[in-house]
């Protein structure tokens, strides 16, 4: 057990399944002799050599797919796209390759791909650089998405991403990789897609991912001076996703709060709430509640860019609407 | 070339012909459904190339690959069930006419978004390079796919790693209904590879001994780890882009010359548009295969009888590929289900919807 950042927990796991497994392979922009734009692939190259750790030109479809057609053969590619907006340059390769290839053979090939990159909006990138696109992925049967919030999921997660037998979307966040958090490489990790109870409270369920998890978990300090207690779930996976470690607690709790950086339009929380509701409609009492980021291009203006996305009050405020009866006021 | 490799390549130019007629003659009995591309006129790039393949070689096609498939080795019977979208077809009906994979005979699949041969090939060329194994992998595509971003983007990495990839450009000319000089500012297709330092060749893709000797050539340079080649092959389809395509947008005395194996510099120029009729197309005359065919017998490689008996085999052969199609069993829900999660190991959930 040690201390370590999000992108060095990253940089472990990739070390240690390349160590494990000659079928392991890197490749992206940069991963090789810059190290990786995040560090996640430093000093890689010079370990396993740069047929194992490929810096590519710029042309993410086609090194995306070149992904796909290694998969195919039996290698263990992981694909490194340098940030999530650069994916939609690449989603031929996922959406039409990865996801339906091993359906479209009849199942006669797996498709041990991930593909790692990070999304959500960082400080002032601008409107292209500050995408949150999990939304359009969950909606793609034959995808598998990750989204680690903590350096100790981040690593154990990426480990299981590289051993599955279908494509992964690793799905990380800019924020996230100077975060820091103990890391357990010996320990027995949770299944890849089970969602993990983050704090315990009986009044309100607030299901919070990524990023946006540190921050749900900040307002239930805040909320518990108020007398109010959250329960956290942190889903780890947006497909599949497990209802069961949810509804379990909506049960519980009678209430739900879902925290996403996405844009509020059919996004994760939309999913959430939709199916939430119908497992446990007539055990809630409340109307369950979503806090979602603006459904505009995030504006460059860090002020402006700051209230496009859940910020901590908004959680607390969405909280104690949630448990203020019909008719009064929060 | 000798007498029986003459022979099986004019085997499977008449069985990819033969399969093709089947497969539109289903198709109007409406046992085929969805889209349907037909190979008619272009047999002597599939069977010249493929023949020149070992069966360590990987193929990746487009979706007008049923003729790839079949001269590959998969079974008529499996193609033609998986056309008719059955279980026993070789994607266990969930590919269709498009999606033909064989695992077993290195068969990659066929693919429908045009331009996605490329990143596939690259990645299976990776693979082999990485495992420095003496493969190559044939890489099939139309002049259609010469403009998309794939394309250059790949053949940029194939030629940068010095990737084991036999690029293969089937140009008839069409992208869908429009014609290479409206799509192309270079309609010289192999021009291009050099953009790249890809050794690149042209020929006639209607002479089948000539794709062969080049396909063999370029083949043996990369086994030899000279890196990727590039082959264009000069050809023609009889028919529309698809069974839904009239293709009346192509000038008929176009289709004679080819048919015809005139020259058509002046032929494309007519500007007399219709699609030809089944009558025009058996009075064009001398084709890739009938040529074939003359050829064999002129030179003494075969005689009317022998060609005859091979006729009589491979209707046989298709018409009983028909037969299995028809009565093969339809897959069901819970066979999709199944292709879907094959070989996965969902750490939880195993999809309720089962």
């Known amino acids: 057990m040690s201390e370590m950042l999000y992108w060095k927990a990253l940089n472990r796991a990739m070390d240690a399944e390349m160590a494990a497994d000659e079928t392991v392979l890197t490749l992206g922009e940069d991963v090789g002799l810059y190290g990786g734009t995040y560090r996640v692939t430093e000093g890689l190259m010079a370990k396993y050599g740069e047929w194992r750790v490929r810096d590519t030109p710029i042309s993410e479809n086609s090194f995306t797919g070149l992904g796909v057609g290694a998969a195919m053969l039996g290698l263990r590619p992981v694909v490194e796209i340098m940030t999530i907006n650069f994916a939609l340059l690449a989603m031929d390769a996922i959406v039409n390759m990865a996801a339906k290839i091993p359906f479209m053979s009849g199942g006669q090939f797996p498709m041990p791909l991930t593909i790692r990159m990070p999304g959500g909006v960082a400080r002032q990138l601008g409107a292209q650089h500050s995408q949150r696109l999990e939304h359009q992925l969950m909606n793609v049967p034959g995808l598998r998405i990750v989204v680690p919030a903590t350096p100790q999921d981040a690593y154990w997660q990426l480990r299981q991403a590289i051993r599955s037998d279908d494509p992964i979307i690793v799905l990380e966040h800019e924020l996230l990789y100077f975060s820091k958090g103990e890391v357990d490489e010996a320990a027995e990790a949770p299944p890849i897609h089970q969602a993990v109870v983050r704090r315990q409270g009986r009044d309100i369920t607030c299901i919070a991912y990524s990023q946006m998890l540190p921050l749900a978990l900040q307002a239930a300090e805040q909320l518990a001076t108020e007398g109010i207690e959250l329960t956290i779930i942190d889903p780890r996976s947006l497909s599949p996703i497990d209802w069961e470690t949810c509804a379990r607690s909506v049960e519980q709790t009678h209430r739900c709060l879902i925290v996403e950086e996405d844009c509020r339009f059919a996004g994760a929380g939309a999913e959430f709430a939709a199916t939430l509701q119908e497992r446990c409609f007539y055990l809630l009492d409340a109307p369950i509640r979503r806090v979602a980021g603006l459904d505009l291009p995030t504006p460059f203006n860090g002020t402006l860019e700051a209230a496009s996305i859940p910020r901590v009050e908004d959680i607390v405020l969405a909280a104690r609407q949630i448990m203020t009866p019909p008719g009064e006021s929060a | ?354």
Request: proline share 4%.
């Open chain 2, 1 to 354: 070339m000798d007498k029986a490799q003459m022979a099986a390549m004019l085997r499977d130019m008449l069985r990819a012909r033969a399969f093709e007629e089947a497969a539109a003659q289903a198709y109007a009995q409406g046992h085929i459904a969805g889209f349907l591309h037909l190979y008619p006129g272009e047999e002597a790039v599939a069977v010249g190339v493929l023949h020149a393949a070992e069966p360590g070689d990987y193929v990746v096609s487009t979706y007008r690959e049923h003729v790839h498939a079949l001269v590959r080795g998969i079974p008529a019977r499996q193609i033609m069930a998986e056309l008719h979208g059955k279980k026993t077809g070789v994607s266990g009906g969930m590919g269709g006419s498009m999606h033909l994979f064989d695992r077993s005979r290195r068969f990659l699949g066929g693919y429908a978004i045009v331009g996605e041969t490329f990143p596939i090939a690259l990645g299976a060329g990776y693979a082999v390079a990485y495992r420095r194994l003496p493969e190559a992998v044939i890489c099939f595509f139309g002049d259609g796919a010469i403009n998309q971003g794939t394309f250059h983007e790949s053949l940029n990495m194939a030629a940068l790693w010095k990737l084991p990839i036999f690029f293969v450009c089937e140009n008839n000319h069409y992208q869908i209904g429009t014609e290479i000089h409206r799509h192309s500012a270079i309609t010289e297709v192999y021009k291009r590879a050099c953009g790249y330092g890809i050794p690149a060749e042209k020929v006639d893709g209607m002479d089948v001994t000539a794709v062969h000797e080049a396909a063999k050539r370029a083949l043996a340079r990369v086994r030899a780890g000279d890196g990727p080649q590039f082959l264009e092959l000069e050809t023609y389809r009889y028919r529309g882009h698809s069974m839904a395509d009239p293709a009346t947008y192509r000038p008929k005395a176009e289709l004679n010359a080819y048919q015809a194996n005139d020259p058509i510099a002046a032929a494309i120029h007519e500007a007399e548009y219709q699609y030809p009729s089944a009558e025009a197309i058996a009075e064009a005359g001398a084709d890739c295969v009938t040529r074939f065919t003359d050829r064999c017998c002129k030179e003494g490689h075969l005689d009317d009888a022998v060609v005859q008996r091979m006729r009589q085999e491979i209707q046989e052969e298709i018409a009983d590929a028909v037969a299995f199609a028809e009565q093969s069993p339809a897959p069901e829900l819970q066979d999709a289900w199944k292709a879907f999660q094959h070989n996965r190991r969902f750490e939880i959930f195993m999809e309720a919807a089962q």
